[in-house]
C-alpha cells in the first residue's frame, strides 16, 4: 500500500478546511477492505500482549479502563496506517505550520464496559501531540453498541462520533474529549502527529 496513493483518494482539502474550521475531520472508507481487515488481524493476533492502559508506573488511573499495546517496527500491516499519517502531516505542516516531525501510534481494545472519561491529549500545550488520530479497525458495529467519541470542537459545541468500521476520526490534540462505554469489544488504531521527537 502507498502512502501517496492513499491520500490521493482522502479529500486533503476538506480535511484542512474541517480542522481549520472546527478542530476536527471525519475520513470515512479510509482505506480498501482488504487492507482493513488486514489491520483487524494483525490486532487480534497480538490481543494477548496487550496491558491496561491505566496502569502507569504501578499507579492506577480511574479515568480510562481500556487496553493498549503500542505499535512495533515488526507490525508490517499497521505500520502502512502510520505511513499514510506521515505523509498528512507534509499537508498540515503546510497548511498551519504545525512542524509534525513524528508519529506515536498503539492498538487499543475497549472491551464491554470499559470507557476513558473527559481528558485532553495535549493539556495546555504541555506536550508534543498536535493532531490525535483514531482508525476504527473493527469489522461491524451497531448504534446501540456505544463506544463512541465525544469531542468538543473548538468553538465549544460538541459533537458524537460513531466508531464506524474503517473511519478515521482527526482531532486537535488539545482539544476535550471522551470515549463513551463500549458495550461490545471496540478495537482501533490511536495515533499522535507530534512536533517532537515522542518517546515511549
Known sequence: MDAAAI???WNIEQILDDLDQHGFSIIDQ??????????VQECLLHLD???????QNGVVSNIRSDHILWLKPEFSVSHQHTQTLGQLSE????????????IEAHFAC?????????????PQGKNG?????????????????GGELRL?????????????????ALFQSD???EVLQSKQQRLSITAWLRCDNSIF
Open 91 to 102: 499537508a498540515l505542516n503546510r497548511a498551519f505550520y504545525l512542524g509534525i516531525n513524528d
Open 49 to 55: 500482549e496487550f496491558r491496561q492502559a491505566a496502569i
Open 110 to 122: 475497549y472491551n464491554a464496559g470499559e470507557f476513558y472519561a473527559l481528558h485532553r491529549d495535549n
Open 30 to 39: 479510509a482505506y480498501t477492505q482488504d487492507y482493513q481487515q488486514a489491520v
Open 152 to 168: 468538543q470542537d473548538k468553538h465549544g459545541a460538541w459533537h458524537i462520533i460513531a466508531p464506524k468500521p474503517n473511519r478515521i
Open 7 to 9: 491520500l490521493l483518494n
Open 129 to 145: 501531540r498536535m493532531i490525535s488520530s483514531v482508525f476504527y479497525l473493527h469489522e461491524t458495529w451497531q448504534d446501540d453498541w
Open 175 to 177: 482539544l476535550l474529549h
